[in-house]
């Protein structure tokens, strides 16, 4: 065990290092602070407490209690809500908890498109449980400018009757409109969640539209914009309270023992932390500063001649438009070659393939973490086109297997580019002025 536990040492300095050096644009990444990782790395992964605080099936959990209440009382007041879980290992199950709290199998459900930029769980066919358990109606973006189109929602819905809409974004770069979707809902009938793991420390921030008033149930990760460990919440509104008042009895019963056994209290710990983190004054000033970095960082990318998805963005992330030239692979691969990591995306109407799209997806939490302001996102954006007008040479062919052959080749090709090395040396001299903490 001693030897596999240098090897793992040894990785996690690396792991750190890569980190530290390197800029992260992954927009569902960020840094959490040393609080955070000490609650989460302490000694409270040790125990057990299936159950709730006070309703325990283990002895000895009368400390366990007191920080889940803690991390409850922390995400009631930041969200100004009624009810909190915060036992959901991740986002994926806090939203199978949801679906199962709420519906019967085959019920109809309604959600954004993953292509779209909605989420495998808000009702993705055939490879998901949500798309794969239930009726599942997907709604998709208007064509011309890339937002949702509320109409064609609002037909949608009137026409499948759905039981349940979950609204919710990880690649869609705009505002979403809470109150539209309640009026749609409310309208039918049906359950309004909002999935908000994307944007939630925007949204306490007063950043982002708020879904407390709108929907019946909201739900977060803990480990994007909010910054916290990997883990996630469910919130019940006032208005979900309204209209069940066992809202929260049945949210709770279908986290444990519905779908989960004993939830993993350094996570608990550590979201505590985290929301306390984010109930202080300077948490306004970073979320408003992510998004301040995103809109800079975008019009620098489109003043190089990008173009940007939608035509921009009004939040953390945006996708960068590379249908001309197929390229959403080839950019991504030869960015993290000079060590700016971001995610090949698919664009609205995705005209090549899902495993070759054309868009790369980026964004500012992380680097708003450590202190990036606007200066340091037109550098960024110089960067990222300059390595595009580099990698452009890579369009992407139709053949199947020469696109596999020309990843392996742009991967061989960033490894040894000249310029890819210098940018590295560069964002690596960036990133020493802008350490993670
Ligand atoms: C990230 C995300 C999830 C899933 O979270 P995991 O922790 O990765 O399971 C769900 N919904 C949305 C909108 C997300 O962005």
Same mark, same amino acid.
């Given at each position: 065990?001693?030897?596999?536990?240098?090897?793992?040492?040894?990785?996690?300095?690396?792991?750190?290092?890569?980190?530290?050096?390197?800029? =992260?644009?992954?927009?569902?990444?960020?840094?959490?602070?040393?609080?955070?990782?000490?609650?989460?790395?302490?000694?409270?992964? !040790?125990?057990?407490?299936?159950?709730?605080?006070?309703?325990?099936?283990?002895?000895?959990?009368?400390?366990?209690?007191?920080?889940?209440?803690?991390?409850?009382? !922390?995400?009631?007041?930041?969200?100004?809500?009624?009810?909190?879980?915060?036992?959901?290992?991740?986002?994926?199950?806090?939203? $199978?908890?949801?679906?199962? $709290?709420? %519906?019967?199998?085959?019920?109809?459900?309604?959600?954004?498109?993953?292509?779209?930029?909605?989420?495998?769980?808000?009702?993705?066919?055939?490879?998901?449980?949500?798309?794969?358990?239930?009726?599942?109606?997907?709604?998709?973006?208007?064509?011309?400018?890339?937002?949702?189109?509320?109409?064609?929602?609002?037909?949608?819905?009137? *026409?499948?009757?759905?039981?349940?809409?979950?609204?919710?974004?990880?690649?869609?770069?705009?505002?979403?409109?809470?109150?539209?979707?309640?009026?749609?809902?409310?309208? &039918? /009938?049906?359950?309004?969640?909002?999935? &908000?793991?994307?944007?939630?420390?925007?949204?306490?921030?007063?950043?982002?539209?708020?879904?407390?008033?709108?929907?019946?149930?909201?739900?977060?990760?803990?480990?994007?914009?909010?910054?916290?460990?990997?883990?996630?919440?469910?919130?019940?509104?006032?208005?979900?309270? *309204?209209?069940?008042?066992?809202?929260?009895?049945?949210?709770?019963?279908?986290?444990?023992?519905?779908? =989960?056994?004993?939830?993993?209290?350094?996570?608990?710990?550590?979201?505590?932390?985290?929301?306390?983190?984010?109930?202080?004054?300077?948490?306004?000033?970073?979320?408003?500063?992510?998004?301040?970095?995103?809109?800079?960082?975008?019009?620098? %990318? *489109?003043?190089?001649?990008?173009?940007?998805?939608?035509?921009?963005?009004?939040?953390?992330?945006? &996708?960068?438009?590379?249908?001309?030239?197929? /390229? /959403?692979?080839?950019?991504?691969?030869?960015?993290?070659?000079?060590?700016?990591?971001?995610?090949?995306?698919?664009?609205?109407?995705?005209?090549?393939?899902?495993?070759?799209?054309?868009?790369?997806?980026?964004?500012?939490?992380?680097?708003?973490?450590?202190?990036?302001?606007?200066?340091?996102?037109?550098?960024?954006?110089?960067?990222?086109?300059?390595?595009?007008?580099?990698?452009?040479?890579?369009?992407?062919?139709?053949?199947?297997?020469?696109?596999?052959?020309?990843?392996?080749?742009?991967?061989?090709?960033? $490894? =040894? *580019? $000249?310029?890819?090395?210098?940018?590295?040396?560069?964002?690596?001299?960036?990133?020493?002025?802008?350490?993670?903490?």
């Amino acid at each position: 065990m001693k030897g596999g536990e240098v090897i793992i040492n040894d990785l996690i300095e690396k792991e750190k290092k890569r980190q530290n050096d390197t800029i =992260q644009l992954i927009p569902s990444e960020n840094h959490t602070t040393p609080a955070v990782m000490e609650a989460v790395g302490s000694c409270l992964m !040790n125990k057990y407490s299936e159950g709730y605080p006070g309703r325990r099936y283990y002895e000895g959990n009368e400390i366990i209690d007191e920080i889940e209440r803690l991390a409850i009382d !922390n995400a009631k007041k930041l969200f100004g809500v009624p009810h909190a879980n915060v036992q959901p290992y991740s986002g994926s199950p806090a939203n $199978a908890a949801i679906l199962m $709290a709420l %519906l019967e199998a085959g019920d109809t459900i309604m959600g954004l498109k993953l292509s779209g930029g909605g989420h495998l769980t808000h009702g993705h066919p055939q490879v998901t449980f949500s798309g794969k358990f239930f009726k599942s109606v997907q709604f998709g973006l208007d064509e011309k400018n890339a937002r949702i189109d509320i109409k064609k929602v609002a037909e949608l819905a009137s *026409q499948h009757r759905p039981k349940l809409m979950i609204i919710g974004n990880t690649a869609y770069p705009f505002e979403l409109y809470f109150d539209q979707f309640a009026k749609i809902a409310d309208e &039918i /009938g049906a359950w309004l969640v909002a999935d &908000i793991s994307h944007v939630a420390g925007l949204v306490v921030a007063g950043e982002h539209p708020d879904p407390v008033p709108h929907a019946h149930i909201v739900m977060t990760t803990t480990h994007k914009t909010l910054r916290g460990p990997r883990g996630a919440m469910i919130l019940v509104t006032e208005k979900g309270l *309204q209209r069940d008042p066992d809202l929260g009895g049945k949210i709770d019963r279908a986290v444990f023992p519905g779908l =989960q056994g004993g939830p993993h209290n350094n996570t608990t710990a550590g979201i505590a932390v985290a929301l306390e983190e984010a109930l202080q004054p300077p948490f306004k000033t970073y979320a408003k500063q992510i998004r301040l970095n995103a809109k800079v960082l975008a019009a620098a %990318l *489109q003043e190089k001649g990008l173009q940007i998805v939608g035509g921009g963005t009004q939040t953390h992330l945006m &996708i960068i438009d590379l249908r001309n030239w197929g /390229g /959403g692979t080839q950019l991504a691969a030869a960015m993290a070659a000079a060590g700016l990591f971001a995610n090949k995306n698919t664009v609205p109407d995705e005209p090549h393939s899902p495993f070759y799209p054309s868009g790369v997806r980026i964004g500012t939490p992380a680097v708003t973490t450590r202190g990036m302001q606007e200066k340091e996102m037109e550098q960024i954006a110089a960067w990222i086109a300059e390595i595009e007008s580099l990698t452009k040479k890579f369009s992407l062919p139709s053949d199947k297997l020469e696109r596999r052959q020309l990843v392996k080749e742009v991967k061989q090709w960033a $490894a =040894q *580019q $000249a310029r890819l090395k210098e940018i590295r040396e560069e964002v690596g001299e960036l990133c020493r002025q802008f350490p993670v903490a």
